[in-house]
């Protein structure tokens, strides 16, 4: 609803709000409940209050609006800067947790073999198909790559 954050209505935020703090990262989700911030199946005052405890109790964040501020229209381009910055805390916060949560894996090495000519292996190289022709419309652009997703904790999900 890009015309609702121009003006700055509530109900074009509240849904970022809510992603951020609950759907974003089950740890996250499940590091507040933990904490005593239960955020689900609140009216959407009680849910913002909760929010502004647990950003300023847990993630070190004191909202520039207050909860009345965040309900009136107007503070727009205030309210897209919370909402930016309670997105990248909920992301650090995950990080942060999923850190935590796992211990480092160690990655087995092979042993060093010396290289040999695949002649010596016993293995014939894999046949070179000389038909492909790349196109124009072929080449993908970096920028068409879809974003990575925060990394997954292994944690059970979030409850409901």
């Known amino acids: 609803d890009v015309p609702g954050l121009h003006e700055g209505r509530p109900g ?21 409940s933990d904490r005593g911030h239960e955020l689900r199946a609140k009216t959407d ?18 909202p ?19 909402c930016h910055d309670v997105l990248r805390l909920a992301m650090q916060k995950h990080e942060e947790l999923c850190a935590t949560s ?9 042993s060093p073999q010396p290289w040999r000519p695949a002649a010596a292996r016993g293995s014939d190289p894999a046949p070179v198909d000389e038909t492909f022709s790349a ?13 990575t997703p925060p990394r997954p904790c292994p944690q059970e999900p979030c409850p409901p």
Do not use: I, M
């Not at 074009?12 to 507040?32: G, M, N, T």
């Not at 796992?102 to 092979?110: G, H, K, Q, T, V």
């Not at 196109?135 to 974003?147: N, S, T, Y």
């Open 45 to 62: 005052l009680r849910f913002v209050e909760g929010a502004w405890r647990a950003l300023r109790e847990h993630l070190g964040y004191s």
């Open 102 to 110: 796992s211990p480092p894996r160690s990655r087995r090495r092979r």
């Open 12 to 32: 074009a935020l509240l849904p970022l709000l809510h992603f951020a703090l609950l759907d974003l990262s089950p740890p996250l989700c499940r590091f507040l």
């Open 135 to 147: 196109e124009a419309g072929d080449v993908h652009d970096v920028e068409d790559a879809p974003k």
């Open 64 to 82: 520039a609006v207050t909860v009345n501020q965040f309900f009136a229209t107007a503070f727009a381009e205030r309210k897209v800067l919370l």
